[in-house]
């Protein structure tokens, strides 16, 4: 098909499928985003329905489910804004709440200063760890036993937990 024939077969139906789109919400920019997602998807498959007339009812398949896509995404979104909102309220937060940054600031400062504690070796392998290497990897990269680097990373997990004992305290509280 040509890609002129293409445009005019897609400018007839647009007005059917606003008329159709109409009957699933009110809201114009809906409408016309309802259109172009169905125009936009369909462009894909029309040489197979060309001249056929079940055209505009293949259309409004794909319509319906662009619909019922965006409504289930935004329902997800919803439910997680609502599970949000109601986890702030509990901590005592009205909205609009904002996070404290400066807080975040100091808690990633006193875990630089408890890591620069560590010994050299104990920093580097932890970091390694952290980064998402595995105990095998680890134990081939730095020419170790695997239990000697589960256990230099134990150490330095309690050694970390004691250094910041401070906000576990207050995670309890």
Known sequence: ???????LTLQKNQ???KNIAF?????PEEIEELVQETMVRSIKYLDKFF???KLVAWLYVIMKNVYINHYRRNQKQVQYENYQ?????????SEP???NAVEGKFVMNDIQIALKKLPTDYY?????????????ELADEFDMPEGTIKTRIHHTRKFLQKQLS????????
């Open 166 to 173: 401070v906000y576990k305290k207050r995670m309890s509280a």
């Open 23 to 27: 009957k699933f919400t009110k809201d």
């Open 15 to 17: 007005g059917i499928l």
């Open 85 to 93: 909102s109601v986890g702030y309220k509990d901590e005592g937060c």
């Open 97 to 99: 709440f904002t996070q």
């Open 51 to 53: 001249n056929n007339p």
């Open 1 to 7: 098909m040509e890609s002129k024939q293409l445009n």
């Open 124 to 136: 580097d392998l932890f970091m390694r760890y952290m980064d998402g290497y595995k105990y095998r």
